[in-house]
Every structure is written in C-alpha cells, then in structure tokens.
C-alpha cells in the first residue's frame, strides 16, 4: 500500500479511537497524574504522537493501553520541560516513574472504573450544581466548552471560567479520585443521576444546532447508568436508567430520513426498538416493586405505558394522569404540571388541557419555555382557534433553537395559515 494511502488510513482509524476511546484515556490518565489540565495535554501529545508513529511501526495490539501509557510519560516530559527540579517536581517525577506501566499492564477493568471516577469526582458536593453539569458534559463526555454555553444557554467565557474554576476547586480542596464507599454513595447519588440525565437529555433533544439528536451522548449517558447500577442496585438508578432506554428505544422513529420531526402520536412503533422497550419495563418493574419510588422512577413508568400500547389510540391515559398526579406530589415543578395538562387533553378533550396549561403560564414560570408554547399551539389548533393557534406556534418558533424544530413549527404555521386562507 503507498506510504500517502497508509498514512490516510491510520488518521481514519486514530480519529476513529478518539470517537470511541478519548475520554476514557483521559479519565486513566487524570487518575495516573492527578490533574485535570496536564491529562488533557497529555491526552492530545498522545494521539498525535500516534499519528506520527503508527503509519510507520504499525497500530498496537491495545491502542487504548497505549495511548495511556505514551500518554503518561509525556506529561512526566511535559512538567521537566516546564519546571525545576524543585523538591515537589522532583517527587512527581519519581513517583510517576517508577509507578509508570508499560502497554500491557495497564488493567483494563481499572481503566473501565475510571470513567466512572472521573463522573464521582465532576459530581461531588463541594461542586456548585453548575459546576458539576458544566464539567461533566466537558471532561466526561467531550464536549467542547461552545456546546456545553450552548447546553447551558450562556456564554462560552462564562462556561470555561466555570470549568477552569471547578477543576482548581477540586484540585486546592484535594477532592479525591475515586469511587465512593457504600457508606457515602446514596448521599452522592442524585447529582450524579441528575448530570447523567441531562447528559442524556442533551444527547436525545440537542440544546441547539442542525440535528434533533446527538447519539453519542445518549449511549454515552446510558453506559454510565449501567455503571453506577452495577456498583449501586438502587431503585433510582433502575428507574433512571429504565427511563432513558425507554426514550432511546424511539430513536428510529422521531424523525424522517431528511430529519424532520415526527409526534409520538404519528411514530411507526414498528420501528421502535423493542430490546430496549423490554429491558426498560423489566427495570421499571423491578424499581416500582422496591416500594421507595422517585422520579426517575415514575417518569419511566409513564414511559413504559407509551411503550406498551400498540398505537397512539390504545394509550392508557388515565393511568398517565395518574402517575403524573404521583410525580408531583414526589417532585412537584412547572414541567411535570405542563405534561400532565397535555395529558389531561389527551384524557377529557383539548380544551380541559389547555385551561391548566394556560393557568400555567399565567404564572409566568414558563414563558420562556419553548415545549409550553407548542403544547398550548396544539391544543387550540385542535379546538379550531386558528389566529390563536399562529400566535403561539409563532411564539414557539421565536424560542426554538434546532433547525427541525423551526421547520416543524414552520410547517404548522403554514398549514394553519392555508387553512384560514380557504376559509
């Protein structure tokens, strides 16, 4: 093969690893060195000394365990090259390298528990809850600093100054590195589930941009469901992770070929993906059968009654509204109120549903919120208010931040806009 065609070939296959394997070999390398900025330069001295040498030596036999190791001693390069050898950069250097592995002893279940460490240690109390969320979606799942602003609706600089202040925050608090004792887990296990939720949120209804969705950051929250189940069998944890295999499972079906939404009430269940349908009721069941139920809990159960029917008409919507009146007695907020309005409407007819919505928004809690909008559009489109409709199909638009979303609710307008044309 010419030297140019291999040279092509490795650079496919190394941005490939650092899809798939970047953040765990940033998550060994912040446990081997300590420190969040130095791991991540040498996490990038890493891939690009792979692109330099595997077009000529070969790819290793475990990319990831080299990647670590190749890693690590560039960062024991890295701090030579930039300090003296003072006492305390002397004792780094000495520890590391003597402590320093090759490839192959790099142990790969460890390597598997650092991310997990990695989520423990975003996620600790001493952390605002901003913090937390902000570094999470930084260090944990790889976004960069402009979509986590963009996650947050803020301003780039006002995020990095956040993530550069919790990584200093962990660093003069000597936050350990690790996975917390049983004693202390339960304590520490709601912000964790919280970030991961909103990881996934992020990964199934993106924050902004071209796309709807963002699958790697919902396997990628999913995956550490499945982590923080096994070290923890919490019912929270069932129900969490219950939940987001039961929104995943729709995936296929959200959208056309070309992208553009599809309601849940319109979706070819046939696509939907029934191996994750009956692994979230069986976790939804298992949760519900513990008799201490929480959130996450109930919203997976609401989801597993969408999973169970088999068309839009045969939804048990009495029994929706039902665990929506649970939800809110167990964790009232403005969101849970607005999807228990819609389905009321479902239930007692569209005009039921927007009397609580409206009442809702007469509050003033979420008039910003995009979804209050558009349920309340829906709901006067199918009472035939027209003008009404536009004007808050309009004002959903003006709060849409995906593309797919301003062309579904472009298509609404128009259709509404016809409509009262020819009448």
């Not at 050898?85 to 390298?97: N, Y």
């Not at 109930?298 to 919507?317: F, G, M, S, Y």
């Not at 809702?360 to 829906?378: I, K, V």
Request: proline content about 6%.
């Amino acid at each position: 093969m010419p030297v140019a065609s291999i040279a092509t070939s490795v650079r496919e296959r190394v941005d490939e690893i650092y899809r798939s394997d970047s953040r765990r070999v940033l998550a060994t390398l912040i446990r081997l060195l300590g420190d969040f900025d130095l791991a991540e330069e040498a996490l990038h001295d890493a891939f690009m000394t792979a692109l330099e040498r595997w077009p000529n030596e070969g790819m290793p036999g475990n990319p990831r365990a080299w990647l670590v190791s190749t890693g690590r001693f560039k960062a024991i390069d890295r701090v030579r090259r930039r300090a003296s050898f003072d006492a305390a950069v002397s004792r780094f250097g000495d520890e590391t390298e003597v402590a320093a592995p090759s490839a192959v002893d790099i142990d790969e279940n460890e390597v598997q528990d650092d991310r997990l460490r990695l989520l423990f240690t975003c996620c600790h109390p001493a952390l605002s809850p901003d913090a937390q969320i902000a570094l999470t979606l930084r260090e944990v799942c790889g976004l960069t600093t402009e979509e986590v602003a963009r996650a947050f609706l803020a301003p780039p600089p006002t995020i990095a100054q956040r993530i550069v202040r919790a990584k200093a925050k962990i660093r003069d608090a000597r936050i350990p590195y690790e996975i917390p004792s049983r004693a202390d887990l339960p304590a520490r296990l709601d912000s964790v589930l919280h970030v991961t939720y909103l990881v996934f949120n992020e990964g199934y209804l993106a924050s902004s941009g071209s796309t709807l969705t963002r699958p790697d950051l919902s396997c990628e929250a999913v995956r550490l469901a499945r982590l923080t189940l096994e070290l923890l069998p919490d019912p929270e944890v069932m129900g969490l992770l219950a939940l987001m295999l039961l929104h995943e499972s729709r995936r296929s079906a959200r959208t056309t070929p070309n992208d553009e939404v599809i309601l849940l009430e319109y979706q070819d269940r046939s696509l939907w993906n029934r191996d994750q349908i009956a692994e979230g009721i069986a976790l939804v069941e298992r949760a519900l059968s513990s008799r201490r139920v929480g959130p996450y809990a109930l919203q997976a159960a609401i989801a597993a009654v969408h999973a169970e029917a088999p068309n839009a008409a045969a939804t048990d919507w009495r029994q929706i509204v039902a665990l929506y009146d649970v939800l809110l007695r167990v964790d009232p907020s403005p969101v849970v109120e607005l999807n228990r309005g819609a389905a009321v409407a479902m239930r007692d007819g569209p005009a039921a549903g927007l009397a609580l919505i409206d009442a809702l928004l007469a509050r003033g809690e979420l008039t910003s919120y995009l979804h209050a909008h558009s349920a309340r559009a829906d709901l006067l489109r199918r009472l035939g208010q027209v003008p009404e409709a536009i004007a808050a199909y309009e004002r959903a638009t003006a709060l849409a931040t995906l593309e797919p979303e301003r062309r579904f609710l472009a298509r609404r307008i128009a259709e509404l806009t016809d409509k009262a044309l020819r009448h």
